[in-house]
Structure formats: C-alpha cells, structure tokens
C-alpha cells in the first residue's frame, strides 16, 4: 500500500547556515491520525513546509500518495490541506466567500454542497455571511480549517492546531479531527502538548534539533 506521505533522507539548511532538517526519514500511514511532537525550534513547521511545497529542502525527497512534491507539485497540493499556525484570512471577505474562493484555487469547480457540509461540521453555518473580520480568534481558526477542507483533500496538515485556543475549542477540534479520519482523511499534526498527541494520535514521532528521535505507536510509547 502506498504510504500517504513518505519521506527520505530529508534536509533543509537556510540562507543564513542554520540547518534545520538533518536527513529526516518518516513515513504516515494512509488513513491514520500522525502526531509531530517537539518543542519550539525543532524542525516542525519546516517539514509541514516542504511536504506542502511552501518551503524548498536541500536534499532528499518527499512523496505523497506515490507522487514528488517536486516534479508533481501540483498533483500533490490538490491532494494536500493546510491549516497553518498564523490566522491569516481576508477580513473583509465573507465566511462563505473565503472557503468558496479557496476551493477554486485548486482547480475545483463550484461545490455549495460540499461547502455547506464542511461550514455545518464546524459549526460555522449560522456565520457563513458573516464578514471574517468580525468573528473570534476561535472562529477565525475554524475558517482556516474550512478553507483547507474546501477542496476535498486526502492530507490534512494542522500545524500546532490548538496553540492559543481555549479548551472548549480544543475539545471541538479533537472531536472533529476523529469525525475527519473516520471519512478517510489522513491527518498529521504539530503539537508541542504531550497531551494532544496523547489524545488524538495513533502513531507519535518526536522531532529534536531537526532530527527524528523515534516514531512510535502510541501506546507503547505513553508506556
């Protein structure tokens, strides 16, 4: 069975000599929930980047789903969702614009249908003509998630999902990340709480200083 991401021999060092990926090797199972734990600095957002074709790696390659990141970029961004730490969205767009707009930057024809569902499993319907610039820092994020899923994708990537959000929020998108991989969806995610990836994953690796340590079940591994 093709693996959903797999990874080899990955390395990133920037412009300024500061090497943050030193020969990475990972593959995410089809289907499961993956969690990437260290802390701030260790090389996490920076492998999320290149898997997503945001950020260039140095050596090594990256397939998702059988396909290069590089040669089939754009086979392997349709396939990709992203919901990024940073709240970044057109304020003064709509909520229902903004995802409908995202769907379409992938080449995907209208869906009102499939956006009705994703806003309704978020709990975004009653704000879907609400401007973006008038919702809650939560909301905000829950539109981010939206935005990712408008497109149908096989990979979903939540890069430090619950980072500043409240513990009811928390528990919501831990409720709708099980609904999301019980539909198919491969998800991986960031954290740097021990707690969420006790929570939420099936199989935890723990990155340090650009390097997997181990990449274990997750059972074992709280034992």
């Avoid at 734990?37 to 999320?48: D, E």
């Avoid at 009653?126 to 935005?147: H, P, Q, T």
């Avoid at 994953?201 to 990449?215: F, Y």
């Amino acid at each position: 069975m093709t693996a959903a991401v797999s990874i080899t021999n990955l390395s990133k060092t920037y412009a300024t000599g500061f090497t943050a990926l030193k020969g990475v090797d990972l593959e995410v199972r089809k289907g499961e929930i993956f969690a990437l734990l260290g802390p701030n600095g260790a090389g996490k957002t920076t492998l999320i980047g290149i898997v997503c074709g945001i950020v260039n790696a140095t050596g090594g390659t990256v397939l998702v789903s059988g396909h290069d990141v590089v040669s089939e970029y754009r086979k392997t961004r349709s396939l990709i969702g992203l919901v990024p730490q940073e709240v970044s969205i057109d304020a003064f767009e709509s909520v229902w614009n903004t995802v409908s707009f995202s769907r379409g930057l992938f080449g995907k024809g209208p869906n009102p249908a499939h956006i009705e569902k994703v806003l309704k499993s978020l709990s975004l319907w009653d704000k879907k003509d609400e401007k973006v610039l008038n919702l809650s820092g939560g909301m905000k994020r829950r539109v981010l998630i939206a935005k990712a899923l408008s497109h149908e994708p096989e990979i979903l990537f939540l890069d430090e999902p619950t980072a500043g959000v409240d513990v009811e929020l928390r528990r919501d998108m831990w409720e709708m990340v099980r609904g999301l991989r019980e539909t198919g969806v491969t998800i991986i995610l960031t954290t740097h709480y021990i707690e969420e990836a006790e929570e939420m994953a099936d199989r935890i690796g723990v990155i340090n200083h650009g390097e997997i340590i181990l990449v274990e079940e997750k059972r074992t591994l709280m034992r």
